[in-house]
């Protein structure tokens, strides 16, 4: 009978997680971890997620759907996971109806919505990042070009599925990236206007932080691997693999950092009058003269998440609730002194084309271990239903016994075309020698 004394006194949160992804699945399963938790909606969520939270159909996009749905249903906090919702207000119009809600309001996800927005602001405030020109005319970037630095980077100013950045190693290259992006608007409004930059060179790290506005928590760092190929081969993708930490991110590089990126950023979103709460994520490169901004985005990474939040020992709920108070200062951010590392599994294909329906096995033995990303129920089985299906994930005290343990996890799910990378975090352990 205890049970019904202790449940009778103890807090019940209701939570909505809006996305559908892999990123999702790892945020609803470490949510789950808080006793206090009770029930969890996705919005939409998938097939896979709906292990662990009840799925709703309304999607990411579809604000006034999301609004309508906490109106109904009163929940206790919201947590807005992908990029598109957060840049359309998502937050902005939740707060509005009295929800209290992880991730930052729209004037300040501009800085992943806006690269010109981002890049002005790092110039404004001396942050290091590629040095770079702005055109919002076609003609413009062309001429330009013919006198510019060769290799190149091209960006659609807004969102793009992560597909609007366009390296291009020769000047013929760069030209035919504007006219993809601003000419055939292969990424629609978002490419009105471009940045072209300096390219750069170096290891890349990616550093999630948790920041009220006030304090910044940088989480663990972690090395994406975007290549869809061995040997980081092939086409960029949305991301095969993971490994937390980046021994390329040294306690002084960590504190250079913190110095020159981190706090001046927090500062100079507030000096704008644009306070970010939630998860500002650095998108770092390790260059000659130190570490610059290749990006940041206003939300967790994907799938770098896969590989953070399983090293966090502080509770998830807690953290983020104190992002939104105010009290991150007075609150334990702790990661767990270990590796981790996440094994993308895709449909045979991805990022092209692929089929998808197939279906979907994941032995029961390493459920807790397997982040859903694109699968969906058919008939009362779980298909695939995506390029990345699932991302396998492992924890270990050394890296190679991290990906090890991930390894062991791919082994155990199956379907008809599944397609991995067998080198996630090699690039990583030749760092360590
Ligand atoms: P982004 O979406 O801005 O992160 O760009 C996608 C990827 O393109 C990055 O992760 C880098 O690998 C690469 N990239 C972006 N900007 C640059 C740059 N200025 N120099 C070299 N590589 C870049
Ligand atoms: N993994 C890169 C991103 O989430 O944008």
Not at 81 to 90: F, M, N, Q, S, Y
Not at 111 to 140: Q, R, W
Not at 236 to 255: D, L, Q, S, V
Request: proline residues 5%; contains cysteine; hydrophobic residues 40%.
């Amino acid at each position: 009978m205890e049970g019904i004394a202790v449940s009778a006194i103890k807090r019940q949160m209701r939570v909505v997680v809006v996305g559908s992804g892999g990123r999702e699945h790892t945020i609803i399963k470490k949510i789950r971890e808080n006793p206090e938790v009770t029930e969890v909606f996705a919005l939409p969520g998938n097939g896979g997620i709906a292990m662990d939270a009840i799925c709703v159909d309304i999607g990411a996009k579809d604000i006034e759907g999301i609004v309508n749905f906490a109106v109904e249903n009163r929940p206790d906090y919201v947590i807005v996971a992908p990029d598109d919702p957060l840049v359309l207000g998502c937050v902005d119009a939740l707060e509005k109806k009295g929800f209290r809600c992880f991730g930052p309001r729209a004037n300040a996800a501009i800085i992943e919505g806006s690269k010109v927005f981002s890049k002005n602001l790092m110039k404004k405030y001396g942050i290091p990042t590629a040095a770079y020109e702005t055109f919002d005319d076609a003609d413009k970037a062309l001429e330009y070009l013919k006198t510019a630095p060769i290799p190149t980077v091209v960006k659609a100013d807004g969102l793009a599925l992560g597909k609007g950045v366009i390296i291009a190693m020769t000047r013929e290259e760069a030209y035919a990236a504007v006219k993809e992006i601003m000419l055939d608007k292969a990424f629609g409004a978002s490419g009105n206007q471009i940045v072209i930059e300096e390219f750069m060179e170096g290891p890349e790290i990616t550093v999630l932080s948790f920041t009220d506005g006030k304090t910044v928590v940088p989480m663990v760092s972690s090395m994406d691997h975007k290549r869809a190929g061995d040997n980081d081969t092939g086409l960029n993708t949305g991301g095969m693999g993971t490994i937390a930490p980046n021994p390329y991110y040294t306690k002084e590089i960590a504190e250079e950092c913190m110095e020159k990126i981190f706090r001046p950023t927090i500062d100079a979103l507030n000096k704008e009058s644009r306070t970010f709460k939630g998860c500002l994520y650095f998108g770092l490169m390790l260059t000659k003269d130190g570490p610059k901004v290749v990006e940041y985005n206003s939300r967790f990474g994907d799938p770098e998440t896969q590989v953070v939040l399983p090293l966090l020992e502080s509770d998830l709920l807690t953290i983020m609730q104190a992002t939104t108070d105010g009290t991150l200062a007075e609150t334990e951010v702790k990661f767990r002194d270990a590796n981790a590392c996440c094994v993308i599994m895709a449909s045979e294909g991805y990022p092209v084309s692929y089929e998808k329906g197939f279906p979907l096995l994941i032995e029961d033995e390493v459920k807790d271990r397997v982040f859903v990303a694109g699968a969906k129920i058919q008939d009362g089985v779980l298909v695939t239903n995506g390029g990345r299906v699932v991302g396998c994930s492992g924890v270990g005290e050394t890296l190679p016994e991290a990906i090890r343990n991930a390894y062991a996890v791919v082994d155990k799910v199956h379907f008809k075309n599944e397609y991995y990378r067998h080198d996630i975090g090699a690039r990583a352990l030749k760092a360590y020698k």
